[in-house]
């Protein structure tokens, strides 16, 4: 089964089995699906490029936070 990983409140979060996705993500605005997590090497190209995805996928600073309020990969997953 697959594992379905959601940002929520300032964490990512691994949905227990069973939990509908869409169901979840309506009861709490703000959460985000989390399709895929960048592999360190793509961490590591982004922060020599002085920028970062956010989990939404827009391009801020290497510890921004974009328009949309998320937070880029390398600060949600305590890198920086
Ligand atoms: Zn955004």
Known sequence: MKKVQVYRD???RTLKPGVDVDA???RHPGAIEIKKVPCI???ERWNSDCGC???DGCWVEPDGVCEHGYP???SALGMI
Do not use: D, E
């Open 10 to 12: 300032g964490a990512i």
């Open 24 to 26: 979840y993500l309506a």
């Open 53 to 55: 995805r956010t989990i």
């Open 72 to 74: 880029s990969w390398l």
């Open 41 to 43: 090497r793509t961490l």
